[in-house]
T-cell receptor, first 110, second 114 residues
Framework: QKEVEQNSGPLSVPEGAIASLNCTYS??????FFWYRQYSGKSPELIMS????GDKEDGRFTAQLNKASQYVSLLIRDSQPSDSATYLC??????????FGPGTSLSVIP | DTAVSQTPKYLVTQMGNDKSIKCEQN?????MYWYKQDSKKFLKIMFS???????INETVPNRFSPKSPDKAHLNLHINSLELGDSAVYFC?????????????FGSGTRLTVV
């Protein structure tokens, strides 16, 4: 089992819709969870972090964490073409390494 | 005022050569990292330094040797370059403490071995 898995994509949503990105992890002792956005040819950029079960909202972005199910998600409301990018889920494991998932490519269609 | 800067941005070199990539951060972070992103966009950690001390050394060929002269700098030297070393190498930094604020990445170095 891979340590951090994401739905493979590509994910296409129409402009204005909600994009839902999912991530599961294998280390039950993981404590910190992150979503990074990476535009083509650019470096990853941190957009959300979450540490406690439940939802965390920041503007159009909502991160959701369920430690019992070992599941993290990112919702992007009112998706814009500028949100088109690869979204990387990252998990700091109990052995203090940050493991990245393979990423989900999101395309927002005008 | 770049937070994490890497040089060079592009590096094209022949097999068997030795090359170095430099990284500097001005965020005052205590931990720096090297990640490799392959053609499938998968980001994999290579090394991590905390206050100049090596704390993570993944299964990386010993042709790769990191050096941290101080906590603001982390360089990567690669000997005897191979075709499979072609990738984008990212430097990152973070502050390890009671709250984990995640990484700040440099702009990356695209290494092409021909």
């Amino acid at each position: 089992q891979k340590e951090v898995e994401q739905n493979s994509g590509p994910l296409s949503v129409p402009e204005g819709a909600i994009a839902s990105l999912n991530c599961t992890y294998s280390d039950r002792g993981s404590q910190s969870f992150f979503w990074y956005r990476q535009y083509s040819g650019k470096s990853p950029e941190l957009i959300m972090s979450i540490y406690s079960n439940g939802d965390k909202e920041d503007g159009r972005f909502t991160a959701q964490l369920n430690k019992a199910s070992q599941y993290v998600s990112l919702l992007i409301r009112d998706s814009q073409p500028s949100d088109s990018a690869t979204y990387l889920c990252a998990v700091r494991t109990s052995y203090d390494k940050v493991i990245f998932g393979p990423g989900t490519s999101l395309s927002v269609i005008p | 005022d770049t937070a994490v800067s890497q040089t060079p941005k592009y590096l094209v070199t022949q097999m068997g050569n030795d090359k170095s990539i430099k990284c500097e951060q001005n965020l005052g972070h205590d931990t720096m990292y090297w990640y490799k992103q392959d053609s499938k966009k998968f980001l994999k950690i290579m090394f991590s330094y905390n206050n100049k001390e090596l704390i993570i050394n993944e299964t990386v060929p010993n042709r790769f040797s990191p050096k941290s002269p101080d906590k603001a700098h982390l360089n990567l030297h690669i000997n005897s370059l191979e075709l499979g070393d072609s990738a984008v190498y990212f430097c990152a930094s973070s502050q390890i403490g009671t709250r984990d604020y995640g990484y700040t990445f440099g702009s990356g170095t695209r290494l092409t071995v021909v």
